[in-house]
């Protein structure tokens, strides 16, 4: 796509995104985040919540989170991936904490 001067939208890279979220190479995690900020499309919730996907699968909880708070908007898919995440790698007191934030707020 690229070489033919065509860019993803928010939907192709969020694909791409999810579908090498199971490589969890951290290396690769970087230049997904890159492409979708020099893209401008990490400010789409679909390609947000998969690197959220993506960072959590890689157990770097930190970067999932970090990218979590900067959303501008979040939805179930958001709360949820990132609780995925924690509970996965057993950090019940974060899984515990955002499942009553996530409570709080009505969802």
């Not at 969890?24 to 690197?51: G, K, P, R, Y």
């Not at 890689?58 to 924690?86: A, H, I, K, P």
Request: net charge negative.
């Amino acid at each position: 796509m690229q070489r033919n001067r065509f860019g993803p939208d928010d939907f192709t890279l969020g694909s791409v995104i999810s579908s090498c979220a199971n490589l969890a190479s951290l290396e690769e995690d970087a230049q997904f985040h890159c492409q979708a900020l020099v893209s401008s499309l990490i400010s789409f919730i679909t390609v947000s919540n998969a690197l959220i996907t993506l960072y959590g699968k890689c157990e770097s909880m930190e970067d999932s989170y970090q990218l979590f708070v900067e959303m501008n908007t979040r939805d179930e898919v958001s709360w949820t991936v990132l609780l995925t995440g924690y509970a996965q790698f057993g950090e019940a007191n974060e899984t515990i904490d955002l499942f009553e934030r996530m409570l709080a707020i009505g969802l």
